[in-house]
Each structure stands twice: as structure tokens, then as C-alpha cells.
């Protein structure tokens, strides 16, 4: 297992370094200047080419990527253009922000999904299986953006019962049940999507143990049905369920982007679409960056847990 | 005409040809079967047969767009945010176009993105999971690294960024996405062909030194097909959905253009969608109805292909 850990870890190093490549060439694909954003229109040519010296964009790209990778290594993320602050400074409040939702999401998601999808799939084809799977393919279809601004519509404004943005009343005491008022339309919106894709999940994977021979020789056996259900089938769906945690984080980051805008929560999400307003390259590449380690973290996380819940798989 | 054929060696290999062709179309002939097999299961599937219907609708809907369409979709044709009338069914937006119009116009950019950003990316997935899948070794871990690589970044976060630096319009949204959504087809199709590699026929073509191309287009591609048909199904929903998204967020199809997701854009004001219902409602439900129906039609598809409806 030891020996596993270690092989999976370098691995991984050489795509993090492809992904920092990439990261410093998506963002310099962009034809504008940053330079254009601080520089008064009646600037000289001379004091442009100071403020590009000053930034260090003078320099070939491969110097500019390894002096960026440098800087990198030492935990400085750049320098915002926009804001004038450095990433580092701004990010943890936007991380705490977006991880609050995300955490809401994936509680509400799997407190819902897990059971549904074992209802699911013992019901298989029955009247609750067929509207359980209808809903949850209303889910997966429905844009985040329209999910979200016909809630805004219903709760917000013509019931009146829950604010339509932000993370916490402007000027309020800051108390956790308004805190939560606000969590709750971008949670539903966003689970809206993994709970159903969860729920498909789950129950295709009960499906497929339920038809095991394990199963069968437990039915056989005489154990209750309750046992046989909690005891053999629920453990053995771990597998599946962990995929789709891991392969659901970056979706969730990417998903969070819109929900962010719609409900003008101040997370990464938000962040990155005022940055693409700005330009502000600094912060996109840092975005992007933690974003890409943070899923090769979770991958790194699940192939490590299969080995601990599934005896059968060892390295 | 038989004494002919005896000593004429030309003609001998002729009759072998033919023999051969006939046995190929032998085959074809059962796919046919296998083809009408699908097709009859997924006729019988209600949910499938509708939203292949729904489907063809929206496709008419985007080929007839100037036929349909009672106005000029770019042009101001009434006043500025007039509620829906007998003039303007669904009313007009903030600079007096048409609701209506822009919203059957809308279905082309959909449609539009939605087939040809999945057509790229099939290319691309399918192309390299063939390789990566038959060839193994040196290229296999190569081709997997670079898919590890580019699903380490949040799919539409990536593309979000690329199209924005770009420069949005319909067709770098479409490119954009046809570049970044092979990794998860290919990862599909390796996985198929690392198992049909197993099978007798291919390992007998092997044997018989076929070229590694030949075999991997010609008797591996078959094979895979359908998975990888069914896996596009559900990338054009994903499309029409990226699609709308990015230009709700002003950053996929630029105004004048209608698209569906900026037709949106201004509802992200609370007035606008507090009182004029008519400028998000109908474009969302556009949007809705669309990807529901291609999610639908996919499932149908997955279900009669594993023969899930008898």
C-alpha cells in the first residue's frame, strides 16, 4: 500500500507540471494588454513599455512561465491587476465562500440521493423507480442559470420568503440562520444537478449488486432483508459512490461559476467572471491553477479509498 | 461463358471478389437486422419515441427559422420591452426586436453548437481511444496522461476562460468545446477496445498481420459505435447546455446574434425579472425542452441498444 501511495503520488507530478504549462498558455492566448487597464490613453510610448517592464511581460514566455513557476512554488500566486492586492490575500475569503456552498450541496445531495437510489433500484421499473428517474433526468437537464432565476422569481421576489443573492444581509448581525436563508436557493440549484446524477449512480450500481451472486447466497441464507440491504449491498456500492464524488468536484467547480453570478455569491465563481471582465490574468491563471490541483488531489483521494473500502482491489 | 471463366485467370479472381463481396454483403445484411432490432425496440419506448419527435421539431424549427420567423430577429421591429401581444406573441426586448423571432433563430445557434462542437470531439476522442486502446504501451500512457491533463481542469471553467480570452463568438464556443471534450470519449473507447482486443476475430486479424490501422478502423471501430453514439447523444446536451450558459454569462454568442442563454442575460437584472416574464421564461424553457429531449433520446437509445426494453 505504502509502495502504491508513493508510485501514485509521481504520477501525478508530471501532469502537475503539464497543467502549469497549460494554465500559462491558455492565458496568454489572449490577444489584449493588460498594460491598456492603468495606462491613461494619452500615455507615452516610453511609460508603457516601463509599466510592461515593471510587469515583466518584455520577456520571452518561456522566462516569463518559469519566473511565474518560481514564484509558484513559494506560494505567491501573482499580483491581481484589478484590485491591486496580491491573489494570496484575496483568495481565502473566496475559497471559504465557494467550499461553504459546495458542502451544502454535497450533504443535501447525498442525503437525498443515497436513499433514493436504493428505493430506485429495488422498485426497478415499478410506478416510484419511473418518477424518480424522470425527476432526476429533469435535473441533469435543466440549465442552473434558468433553475436558478425562476427560483429567484418564486422565493425571491413574489413570495418574498428568501433573499435573491448574496451571502449574508448587507448590514445585518451576521447571524447564522440569515447566513443560511442565503445558502439555500444556490444549494438546491446546484444539488439540483448532483443529486440527480447521484441518484442515476446509485442506483445502477445497486442494480448491478443486487444481481450478484453474494446476494443471492445472502437471500439463500435466510438474512433478513434489512441485513442483506445494509450489510452486503450498501457496501459494496462505496465504489461507484466515491467515482462520482471525485469526478463531480471539478464539475461542481465548474457548475458553481453561473450559480455564483445568478446569486451574487462572492466565491471563486464570481470572482473569475470579474476577472475575465478585467483581464486580470494573474487571477485566472491562480484560479484555474488551484482549481486543476485541487482535482488531482481528489483523484489522488479516490483511488486511494478504493483500496481501503473494496478489500478486492490491492496494488 | 463458363469455359471462359476456367481459363481466364483475371476472371477467376473476379468470381472470388465477388464471393467475398457477397459474403460482406451477407454481413451488412445482418447489421441491417441488428440496426432494425434497436430501431424497433426504441419505437417502443413512449418517453423515446417523443423526444425523438421533440427533436425533429427543433431541428425543423432551426432549418425553416426565416420561414417562421414574423420578423427580422436583429431588428427593431416595436417598442422597447412591450408585454406580449396579438403583434408580438411573446413581446419585444430592450431595443424593440422581436421575442419570437429571436427565439426561433435561437434554435439554430443551439442546434449549431450543440452537433458540431460533439462532431470535433468525436473525432478527436474516438481517434485517440482507438489508438491509445490498440496500440498500448509507450502511446497508451502518453495519450492517458494528456486526457488526465486536460480533465484536471473544471470542464466549463476551462472553457470559459479559452472563449473569453479568445474572443467570444458562435464559432470559437463551438471549437473551444470540440478541443476540450474528447478526454472522457476517449477514455470510453479505449476501455472498449482493450476489451475487444481480447476477442478471437481481432486477435486472428492480428495473426494474420493486418496492419495495426486497418485492423483498429476496420474491425475495432464497428465494435464501439454504438457506445460511442450514445455518448455524443448526451454531448449535445451538455453542448446546448455550455452553449447558453456561456452566453448568458455575455461570453459565448455575442448580441445581435440570438442565442437563447444572452437572450437571458438581462434577467439577471431583478426588475426585468420580476416584471417582464416574457424576456427569460420562453428562452429557458427553449433550452430546457432541448436538452431534455436529446438526454431522453440518448437514454432510449442506451436502452434498446443494452436491449433493456424487450
Known sequence: ?315 | MEEQLKFNPVSQKKIIEMEQLSQIQGISQNDDSYTKTIIKRFLKDKIATVSLIVFVLLTLIAIFAPVLAPYNPNQTVGFFEDAPSSEFLLGTDEVGRDVLSRLIYGARVSLTVGVLSVAIYAVIGTTLGLLSGFLGGFWDSAIMRLTEVFMAFPYFMVILVIVSLIGPSIWTVTFVIGILGWPMLCRLVRGEVMKVKKADYVQAAISSGYHTFQIAFKHIFPNVLTLILVNMTFGIATSIITEASLSFLGVGVQPPTASWGNMMSNAQSLTVLANQYWRWLPAGLMVLISVLSVNFLGDGLRRAIDGEVK
Open chain 1, 1 to 315: 500500500m505504502g509502495k502504491y501511495i508513493v508510485k501514485r503520488i509521481l504520477i501525478t507530478i508530471p501532469v502537475l507540471l503539464m497543467v502549469t504549462v497549460f494554465c500559462f498558455i491558455i492565458v496568454n492566448l489572449a490577444p489584449g494588454d493588460p498594460t491598456d487597464l492603468y495606462i491613461s490613453e494619452n500615455a507615452t510610448e516610453q511609460q508603457i513599455a516601463q509599466m510592461r517592464a515593471s510587469l515583466g511581460l518584455d520577456q520571452p514566455f518561456p522566462v516569463q512561465y518559469f519566473k511565474w513557476l518560481l514564484n509558484l512554488i513559494q506560494g505567491n500566486l501573482g499580483f491581481s491587476f484589478a484590485s491591486r492586492m496580491p491573489v494570496v490575500d484575496v483568495l481565502p475569503s473566496k475559497i471559504w465562500a465557494t467550499v461553504t456552498l459546495m458542502f451544502s450541496t454535497l450533504v443535501v445531495s447525498y442525503l437525498i440521493a443515497i436513499p433514493l437510489g436504493i428505493i430506485s433500484a429495488r422498485k426497478q421499473n415499478g410506478f416510484v423507480d419511473n418518477m424518480i428517474t424522470g425527476v432526476s433526468f429533469l435535473g441533469i437537464s435543466i440549465p442552473n442559470f434558468f433553475f436558478g432565476l425562476a427560483l429567484i422569481y418564486i422565493f425571491g421576489l413574489q413570495l418574498g420568503i428568501l433573499p435573491t443573492g448574496g451571502m449574508e444581509t448587507l448590514g445585518g448581525n451576521g447571524g447564522w440562520l440569515d447566513r443560511i436563508q442565503h445558502l439555500v436557493l444556490p444549494t438546491i440549484v446546484l444539488a439540483a444537478f448532483y443529486c440527480s446524477n447521484m441518484i442515476r449512480y446509485v442506483r445502477a450500481s445497486m442494480i448491478d449488486i443486487f444481481s450478484e451472486n453474494y446476494m443471492r447466497t445472502a437471500t439463500a441464507k435466510g438474512l433478513k432483508e434489512k441485513l442483506i440491504l445494509w450489510g452486503h449491498g450498501v457496501r459494496n456500492a462505496w465504489v461507484p459512490i466515491i467515482t462520482v464524488i471525485s469526478t463531480d468536484i471539478p464539475k461542481m467547480l465548474g457548475g458553481a461559476i453561473v450559480t455564483e453570478q445568478i446569486f451574487q455569491w462572492p466565491g471563486i465563481g464570481q470572482w473569475m467572471i470579474s476577472a475575465i471582465n478585467a483581464r486580470d490574468y494573474p487571477v485566472l491563471m491562480a484560479i484555474n491553477l488551484i482549481a486543476a490541483v485541487s482535482v488531482l488531489f481528489f483523484n489522488l483521494i479516490a483511488d486511494l479509498l478504493y483500496a481501503a473500502v473494496d478489500p478486492r482491489i490491492r496494488y
